[in-house]
């Protein structure tokens, strides 16, 4: 156990940011979701269901602790439509991890359960022709990181007043509890802490007589509540239902430092200081739908309805204002957004399971609102994964996504112009014991 | 167990390793449309030859507009434009054989201490740029030369140091042999290159010379009627009919309105702060000529207009105050309270009215001769008055305002680099848009504004 304890500091201090995939949103959860299109609202298989679904997470058979991580590899380039000129984002390379422990009994005949069954009882007949001896009872912590990015433009590139470097994490702590209601319904909740951090560089067009120019770096600690409901219903053996509900999270900087490089001369005009922000990670509604025809084959599709609309303007508020240090407001007008998700798995043998998906996402950044920090566009994503499970205990899961992103725009605040595209590819591994 | 999990890594970044997943995005090549830029010519003033903080340096030189456009040219084709040189690392030199200027520290008569513009060099700039001349390394196709008008181009002999001082152009006598001296004329060692393109901009200093000189007749407007040599019209049908002559293309440029330059838009009319005992003062000393003076900021200042009543009068705001302006008169010598502030220092509403006027009429005349000649036309008109209200460009706001606004350099008359950079962008996409050539713009953004110090 101290092993494991070493390798989740590990991960944590590894962690974060991540890439591009919808804004800041990053769908990399679950290793078996990531290999099914990131679908998996209503096919439970893992401790995943805490992040997926909470009402599912009570239909994990056993305790279970799942730890996963992704490599995001992300190239990104910029085409700058006046002169012509590329430049490259220098490669960052992520982590986005996750942790889900589920633990509880998968049917339960303790007292208090007992107590109420007997109170549930009367519904008997009414909503569920189910006979309530099923009634199950799971708690679970998910720790994940679902926002997150990661640019970092190459030095002196034609977008550097804009923005150099970009970093955000996001670390969501959602202990949840999650209940069977028979063997065909579940509900569950959890409550969301997150935790994270900003930090965002730019050059200032000041200069010396040496050429070097002013830069900027606003970095700060963020946190914020929300929480993580879902519903799931299985009225059949081959069909299941999910509905779950992610609640918008602000992530508020209270006390960020600005820290200016630049001529000495203009040291007075931009003095570091505070600063106060915050980002709207946005709440996200899914709808989901598994379907097993067959012990071997299933299949999970998933519709995402994001709330990005929250994400309308980027403020950064300075303690020591000056004529060149004003106070900042940038649109953003963000979009509602939609995304499917579908994928499928083949278990070869009991213990061995393949996996292929797709999903298509569209991009809550409207026309003349494409930033170079978050390059976004509409997006097909590819997937894939593989599932081993040795004596009914570990399984190890293995998952790539590929996915390509191409976007033409001119930013009205900035009047950067021309043409960014993004290419992630995220190979995933995890690791599940169940016990 | 750990076998397997090695095996899986050593598989993953292996397969990591044979998707090269980089994007591969590239810009289109740019064509040439209908022009020739192997053998470019321009012609011009100080902002031609990429004078800027009140002297020619080598700096300087290297981002003027010309320079910049020359290449861009070289992606289609264009070849080496040869430029009359100042030496690397010089402080310059400037009409008045001062230095460039740079962005110092200076103590005003009041004990503070601020940014100010300072000569990089006290007395002299680098006479040597005068005294060696150059024109071996010839010829030029950078025939921008300082304090060139209109009427200037024209005449032989402009370079003629044999004449008294005043009445040649030394800038140009460096960049032409002895021999030569009394015969050659801008316009002829232009159009003896075998040019295949050229640019003219030109007709800045046939109104900027008298702004500068507060508007006084000592230095004339240039008449737009009038004989080659004396008026602006047949004077700028000359070069354009010469240039074009071998069956060259080109592009051509008006000229600003100076009300849009910080060298006269810096000093505020109304800068004058005065105590209760200094206004109650001023309105008794001042009470016949109307003026009226109040405790604090936002006066504005007495000046000398003949033709008031009294010889002296309170500014209006649509008259102007030079940026050369003694400023520690202001401030404690009681210039412009006082002692109204003399005519070379300030253009009154006439005066501005003149250089409007001539301006506007130099203008027309050079959109006329591009509609006629099918020549590429830049409004640098619009373009400084665009400059004025600020323009963005890759997260960089620019204006016309002194020092902060990025485009103006220390003289608040001629470009930074990337004032300069923002003018060549002007002359490809009229270009481009005439001539159907698919030439890059600059990247603005690899151009600065003003250095400040540092400490």
Redesign the interface.
């Known amino acids: 156990m101290t092993n494991l304890k070493k390798l989740v500091t590990t991960i944590i201090l590894a962690v974060p940011t991540m890439v591009y995939a919808q804004g800041f949103q990053v769908n990399l959860q679950g290793q078996v979701q990531q290999g099914m299109g990131t679908a998996g609202t209503a096919l439970i298989q893992d401790g995943a269901a805490l992040f997926f679904n909470p009402g599912g997470a009570a239909f994990v058979k056993k305790n279970s602790i799942d730890l996963g991580m992704t ?1 995001t ?1 992300a ?6 439509s ?5 430049n490259k984002t220098a490669s960052p390379v992520s982590t986005p991890f996750t942790a889900y422990a589920i633990f509880g009994k998968d049917s339960c005949t303790k007292k208090g359960m007992t107590n109420l069954r007997e109170k549930l009882s009367h519904m008997k007949g009414k909503i569920f022709k189910d006979k309530f001896q099923d009634i199950g009872m799971k708690f679970g912590l998910g720790v994940y990181t679902p926002f997150g990015s990661i640019v970092d433009w190459e030095k ?1 590139w ?5 923005l150099t470097h970009l970093q955000l994490q996001a670390i969501f702590i959602q202990p949840t509890i999650s209940i069977k209601l028979g063997s065909k319904f579940g509900i569950g909740g959890g409550f969301v802490y997150s935790t994270g951090s900003v930090n965002l560089q ?1 050059d200032i ?9 002013g830069h900027a770096e606003l970095s700060g600690k963020a946190s914020g509540f929300g929480y993580n409901l879902g519903v799931y219903y299985k009225p059949y053996k081959y069909l299941s239902l999910g509905l779950a509900y992610r609640s918008q999270v602000n992530m508020k900087v209270n006390s960020g430092d600005a820290t200016f490089t ?5 040291s007075t005009n931009f003095p570091n200081g505070k600063f106060t922000s915050s980002l709207p990670l946005p709440s996200v509604l899914t709808l989901g739908v598994g379907f097993t025809p067959s012990e071997k084959l299933s299949f999970a599709l998933d519709v995402n309805y994001v709330g990005w609309k929250a994400y309308d303007t980027l403020s950064f508020d300075y303690e020591n204002n000056t004529a060149s240090l004003v106070d900042t407001k940038s649109a953003r007008l963000y979009k509602n957004t939609f995304a499917v998700r579908f994928g499928g798995q083949y278990k070869i043998t009991p213990a061995f399971a393949v996996r292929l998906g797709i999903g298509y996402a569209n991009t809550p950044i409207q026309n003349g609102y494409v930033t170079p920090e978050t390059p976004d566009a509409n997006r097909y994503i590819y997937t894939a994964g593989l599932g ?1 499970t ?1 004596k009914n205990k ?1 399984t ?1 899961n ?1 998952s ?1 996504l ?1 996915e ?1 992103l ?1 976007r033409t725009d001119t930013n009205l ?4 112009s021309g ?1 960014y ?5 995220a ?1 995933g ?1 995890s690791l599940s014991y169940k016990f | 167990m750990k076998n397997i999990l090695n095996k899986i890594i050593i598989v993953t970044i292996a397969l990591n390793a044979l998707v090269s997943c980089k994007p591969d995005l590239k810009a289109p090549a740019s064509d040439k449309g209908s022009i020739d830029v192997t053998n470019y010519v321009a012609i011009g003033n100080s902002i031609t030859s990429g004078f800027a903080d009140g002297a020619l340096y080598y700096e300087g030189q290297q981002v003027s507009y010309a320079n910049l456009l020359a290449e861009q040219f070289k992606t289609i084709g264009g070849g080496d434009f040869n430029t009359p040189w100042t030496p690397i690392g010089t402080q310059g030199i400037g009409s008045s054989l001062n230095s460039k200027l740079v962005l110092g520290y200076k103590t005003d008569c009041q004990g503070v201490n601020g940014l100010s513009p300072v000569p990089a060099a006290p007395g002299y700039g680098d006479i040597s740029i005068f005294s060696n001349n150059i024109s071996a390394q010839g010829p030029f196709n950078n025939m921008g030369v300082p304090g060139a008008k209109v009427i200037t181009v024209v005449f032989p002999g402009y370079g003629d140091a044999t004449r008294p001082a005043g009445s040649f152009n030394p800038f140009f006598t460096r960049m032409i042999t002895p021999a030569e001296m009394s015969t050659a004329s801008m316009l002829s060692k232009a159009a003896s290159q075998n040019h295949t393109f050229f640019s003219v901009f030109i007709g800045n200093n046939d109104v900027l010379g008298n702004a500068l000189d507060g508007g006084m007749s000592t230095s004339p407007i240039t008449p737009s009627g009038g004989a080659i040599g004396t008026g602006f019209d047949a004077s700028y049908d000359l070069i354009i009919n010469t240039m074009i002559a071998n069956g060259a293309k080109g592009v051509i440029a008006n000229i600003p309105d100076i009300t849009n330059i910080p060298h006269f838009t810096t000093v505020p009319y109304n800068g004058l702060t005065l105590s209760a005992t200094q206004a109650a003062g001023l309105n008794a000393a001042y009470a016949a000529t109307g003026a009226s003076f109040k405790e604090g900021s936002g006066n504005a200042f007495m000046i000398v207009d003949a033709s008031a009543p009294g010889g002296v009068r309170q500014i209006k705001s649509n008259e102007y105050i030079l940026l050369g302006t003694p400023q520690d008169s202001l401030k404690c010598a009681g210039w412009g309270s006082s002692k109204p502030l003399a005519d070379q220092y300030v253009l009154n509403e006439r005066e501005v009215l003149n250089l409007k006027e001539a301006a506007a009429a130099y203008n027309a005349k050079i959109k006329t001769v591009a509609e006629e000649k099918g020549l590429a036309f830049v409004d640098v008109n619009a373009f400084m008055a665009n400059a004025k209200k600020g323009i963005v460009f890759n997260g960089i706001t620019s204006s016309a305002a002194f020092v902060s606004g990025g485009a103006f350099s220390l003289d608040g008359i001629h470009l930074t680099p990337r004032g300069n950079a923002m003018l060549a962008n002007e002359f490809i996409k009229a270009i481009n848009l005439t001539y159907g050539s698919t030439i890059n713009l600059v990247d603005i953004t690899k151009y600065n504004g003003v250095a400040f110090p540092n400490p």
């Open positions: 490599a590899i190239n990104g380039q910029f085409l700058d006046n002169s012509g000129t590329v002196g034609t977008g550097r007043y804009a730019k067009p000041v200069v010396d007589a040496n050429g070097n120019v630049v001529p000495s001369s203009l081993y040795i570990f190890i293995a790539v590929y390509t191409k605040e900035t009047n950067l043409t595209q993004t290419n992630v590819i190979p591994l």
